[in-house]
């Protein structure tokens, strides 16, 4: 395999670093690629793997969250209904066992009495080819109910999370290159230095977010499908959010549904400007004309929401098809650098 094999402390770099990072999540590079002792005699099992585990403070409970990670690299050929189950079930098992662990407590731990466990599997299709929702092919088996400890939650990021997300990070980073002396339509556009932007959280009816404007994506954001960042504007000094949609939009119905979403919980008394973002949908531009019309006549009720939706944007562009290697990689069979024992498959 040579030069296409990386072995998995460098392919958790390179995650991190593309798209962790601007997620603000923190990765443990203490612990990286190990084994640590199965702790429940069910499992029939010696050890665990761990490729690493990320963590980040929950906007709502302010309790760390840790997210036991399996990093898994596919050509489009091999990602299977059975490769896919096996993985999952062996996740659960991680997550089960590490929340009884003390050994993975010592590796990962920051000592708190309260937390909150996940799983994560990060499935890269490393040739670039597999556009198909990975959900359809996961059979029953691998869905059914597993001995998870309680709150705790497995979530897999498919090839298409994985996409767009580092179409998001591209965005993002483009536009922070913009110069002051662009349009002032491009000025708007510019994003500042990631110390000055986090995630939005809004209010409801029985969680409130902390005061931080620096918040990490959760979790439960990013496999919704819909990411809310803000800052305050380098140059404008006004408070901006935008609005990354994974939706392939297929009717103005959407963005109505959007527009909704943001009177509801009211974003333009916070924000001078909304921008929207939607990378898998070519249509947009169009639907999202359609949609401003229809919404300022039959939904705007007042003056002052007709005013507001004209601060609503979008930023059209397509899906970057951003590989986070320069060469196809192949984990199987690539090099593991253990604490102890021998990796499980």
């Known amino acids: 395999m040579g030069g296409e094999t990386k072995n998995i402390d460098e392919m958790a770099q390179l995650i991190s670093d593309k798209i962790f990072t601007e ?10 690629d190990i084994n640590w002792d199965c702790c429940d005699k069910a499992h029939a099992l010696k050890t665990h793997p761990t490729d690493l585990v990320f963590s980040y403070v929950d906007p709502y409970t302010e309790l760390t969250q840790y ?28 997550v089960k066992c590490a929340r009884d662990s003390t050994e993975w ?8 009495t309260k937390y909150g466990l996940h799983g994560m599997l990060f499935i ?10 990975l959900l359809e092919k996961i059979d029953s088996n691998a869905m059914r109910d597993f001995a998870l400890p309680k709150d705790s939650t497995l ?3 498919s090839p298409r999370l994985i996409r767009f997300l580092m179409t998001v990070v591209e965005n993002i980073k483009e536009r922070r290159n913009i110069e002051e002396d662009e349009s002032e339509a491009n000025v708007w556009k510019k994003i500042p230095k990631r110390s000055k932007c986090g995630f939005y959280y809004p209010d409801k009816h029985n969680k409130c977010s902390s005061d931080s404007v620096k918040h990490p994506a959760t979790n439960e954001m ?21 609005i990354y949609w994974d939706e392939d939009i297929l009717s103005d119905n959407y963005f109505i549904y959007l527009f909704e979403y943001i009177f509801n919980y009211q974003m333009l008394n916070m924000f001078e400007k909304v ?4 990378p898998f949908s070519g249509k947009a531009p169009m639907y999202f004309r359609t949609a401003q019309r229809l919404y300022r006549s039959q939904y705007a009720v007042t003056e002052t929401q007709r005013d ?35 990796a499980s498959a």
């Not at 997620?23 to 990286?32: F, G, H, I, R």
């Not at 407590?105 to 708190?112: D, Q, S």
């Open 275 to 278: 921008y929207i973002i939607t």
């Open 308 to 342: 507001k939706l004209e601060r609503i944007e979008l930023i059209g562009m397509d899906t970057i098809k951003t590989s986070l290697f320069p060469l196809p990689i192949i984990l199987e069979g690539a090099w593991r650098n253990l604490v102890k024992g021998t």
């Open 23 to 32: 997620l603000k999540w923190k990765w443990n590079t203490d612990y990286t």
């Open 222 to 242: 990013v496999t919704s499908g819909m990411l809310l960042y803000s800052y305050e504007h380098p140059v404008h000094k006004k408070k901006v959010l935008n």
């Open 124 to 133: 890269y299709n490393n040739d670039d080819r597999y556009d198909d929702d």
């Open 155 to 157: 979530n897999i990021y």
């Open 105 to 112: 407590a010592e590796f990962y731990r920051e000592g708190e």
């Open 67 to 94: 997210i036991q990670t399996d990093l898994k690299s596919y050509k489009k050929e091999s990602i299977s209904t059975q490769k896919i189950g096996t993985a999952v079930k062996s996740l659960a098992m991680q």
